[in-house]
């Protein structure tokens, strides 16, 4: 198998981009994703996911060069996430990368960062259900 670089190098920016939309059509659709994401924001948050995808895959540095350090705990400690939350977001952006196809290694090393970023911003032992 060859080796590669990166991520962005292996799937590139257009293919992250379409990621990144598909996962925002799912975010529009799902009860427990939704309301986390204001309306008047959700351009916004598209974009910053985005270039932070595109950065942290290997791709050009916009993200830090605009916002900074990432601090993706601290970013998100406004929003309630439980176990439920982070399944829902993590079920949303599974199905995106199939829909996009990404290939492997790029899927198995994405998923990996995925799931344990998703993991991570967890700060609510219930979710709106009372479940974890």
Not at 64 to 81: D, K, Q, T
Request: net charge negative.
């Amino acid at each position: 198998m060859q080796e590669f670089k990166s991520v962005y190098e292996l799937i590139g920016g257009e293919r992250i981009e379409s990621l990144i939309a598909a996962f925002y059509r799912r975010v529009q659709d799902d009860p427990l994703l939704r309301p986390l994401y204001p309306d008047a924001d959700m351009e916004g948050a598209e974009r910053r996911l985005r270039l932070f995808v595109v950065q942290y895959f290997g791709g050009p540095s916009t993200y830090v060069e605009e916002r900074g350090h990432p601090r993706l705990r601290m970013r998100h400690a406004p929003f309630a996430i439980s176990k439920a939350e982070r399944d829902a977001w993590m079920a949303a952006m599974l199905a995106s990368m199939a829909e996009v196809g990404i290939p492997e290694p790029a899927y198995s090393v994405m998923r990996e960062y995925f799931e344990n970023a998703a993991s991570f911003m967890i700060n609510q032992p219930f979710g709106i259900q009372g479940q974890g």
